[in-house]
């Protein structure tokens, strides 16, 4: 059964930086696109963008370039997703999901999600 | 961006009885392939989003056969022939036809 394991909460000053692990098993990390997805306490899902693991190819949407960096690393078969210059719009849960096999724009199964707090 | 908008926002339904919720997009889901790109998640309380329904009308592994999803185009059904009390959450629809993918805004569904 696919696993995708993220790291855990983190708490953050106004302007630092917060990278959040996803480690992926029981699948060839390489064959699936992964996503990230957040979601502020009490609000909806936002997709943020994806990496193809095996190309390292990535995809931001325009709400997040320029702050956002999508990276993997294939010899632990775990993706990262590094945001800089946090605000307190930048409180949520971080999800990643990994893409399903043999067709584009389906996102499941997700991580168990990461709490970034940002506050001073 | 494709605006999705989902309705009703709050569901409260008697256990066994039927439930439906609807998502409209701003423009066609309908690809080129005959797919439609849009996608059904339910969040439980507390646990990260999971998959129910995918290019509109398939269920994903393990999903009861309860849960169903119609449609084409732009309008979209999600319907639930008999609830349950594990059925509460928040679903979303979501469209992966073009980047950046969207979501709806939810729709809270709730035992009476």
């Known amino acids: 059964q696919v696993q995708l394991v993220q790291s855990g909460a983190e708490v953050k000053k106004p302007g630092a930086s917060v990278k959040v692990s996803c480690k992926a098993s029981?699948?060839?990390?390489?064959?699936?696109?992964m996503h990230w997805v957040r979601q502020a306490p009490g609000q909806g899902l936002e997709w943020m963008g994806w990496i193809n693991p095996n190309s390292g190819v990535t995809y931001y949407t325009q709400k997040f370039q320029g702050r956002v960096t999508m990276t993997r690393d294939t010899s632990i078969s775990t993706a990262y997703m590094d945001l800089r210059g946090l605000t307190s719009d930048d409180t949520a849960v971080y999800y990643c999901?990994?893409?399903?096999?043999?067709?584009?724009?389906?996102?499941?199964?997700w991580g168990q999600g990461t709490l970034v707090t940002v506050s001073s | 961006d494709i605006v999705m908008t989902q309705s009703p926002l709050s569901l409260p339904v008697t256990p066994g009885e039927p439930a439906s919720i609807f998502c409209r997009s701003s423009?066609?889901?309908?690809?080129?392939?005959?797919?439609?790109?849009l996608n059904w998640y339910l969040q439980r309380p507390g646990q990260s989003p999971q998959l129910l329904i995918y290019?509109?009308?398939n269920r994903a592994s393990g999903v009861p056969d309860r849960f169903s999803g119609s449609g084409s185009g732009t309008d979209f059904a999600l319907k639930i022939s008999r609830v349950e009390a594990e059925d509460v959450g928040v679903y979303y629809c979501m469209q992966g036809l073009q980047t950046p993918y969207t979501f709806g805004q939810g729709t809270k569904l709730g035992i009476k």
């Open positions: 029981e699948y060839t990390f390489t064959d699936y696109f």
């Open positions: 999901a990994r893409e399903k096999g043999g067709i584009f724009g389906v996102v499941g199964p």
């Open positions: 290019l509109g009308s």
């Open positions: 423009q066609s889901l309908l690809h080129s392939n005959g797919y439609n790109h």
